[in-house]
């Protein structure tokens, strides 16, 4: 009797513990075409966006989950940061800390966008709670290895996996690189958005990850 009032008084002081709103997977492209310098370009910015105080705030007010992929080519696919909680600013600051100094996990290879979608796929089994899932995948190239992107992406509207893109443009009008990953990659549900070159990275970035937890960007 005198457990159970203390766990009622416990739950009214405290209040029922909040889900996880989303379980957000960060699919870093570094394949080939990715440079040091490019590649560092790309921490440095999802850090920077991380750390911006509108996007901390979603992350905490989701208790959302972040973990960070990296992928490149037929078999290359890595789970470069694993899923952390987002429950304290200090959870915000440690992971985008970690982004920033992550050391890229392969070179000098070929980019198979599906086997990244179906990698980053089966990374949700560890984050079941969290009501919405979503991939964010990232690149500057089309799929020119593997080639199951259309496969992956029914796979994950099957498993009701959400997933958005930034296509990393060269300067100029064009763009081919997001018209691909509006036809071939995004779900009915998910949106592409385009970064001129990697030195707009942050920008897009930081916007997309405003839109993807619900804020729009300003």
């Not at 996007?55 to 078999?75: C, K």
């Not at 800390?97 to 290879?109: I, K, Y």
Request: with cysteine; net charge neutral; charged share 20%.
């Amino acid at each position: 009797m005198i457990r159970a009032l203390a766990l009622a008084l416990s739950l009214a002081c405290h209040g029922p513990a909040r889900a996880c709103e989303t379980a957000l997977l960060l699919a870093i492209d570094v394949s080939g075409s990715i440079d040091r310098g490019e590649y560092a370009l790309q921490a440095e910015g999802l850090a920077l966006a991380l750390s911006d105080p509108a996007v901390a705030d979603l992350l905490l007010a989701g208790e959302s989950a972040l973990a960070i992929v990296h992928w490149s080519g037929v078999g290359r696919q890595a789970l470069a940061l694993p899923w952390r909680r987002m429950l304290a600013p200090s959870d915000v600051a440690a992971f985008a800390g970690a982004s920033r100094t992550l050391p890229r996990a392969f070179a000098a290879s070929d980019t198979a966008v599906g086997e990244a979608i179906s990698f980053s796929l089966a990374q949700f089994a560890a984050v079941g709670d969290c009501r919405r899932r979503v991939i964010d995948i990232s690149g500057d190239g089309p799929e020119n290895a593997g080639f199951t992107v259309a496969r992956a992406r029914r796979a994950a509207e099957a498993a009701a996996v959400e997933i958005n893109a930034i296509a990393i443009e060269d300067m100029g009008a064009s763009a081919p690189i997001t018209a691909f990953y509006d036809r071939w990659a995004v779900t009915r549900t998910g949106f592409v958005l385009t970064a001129r070159g990697l030195q707009d990275y942050r920008r897009a970035i930081r916007e997309k990850l405003l839109r993807e937890l619900g804020k729009p960007a300003s």
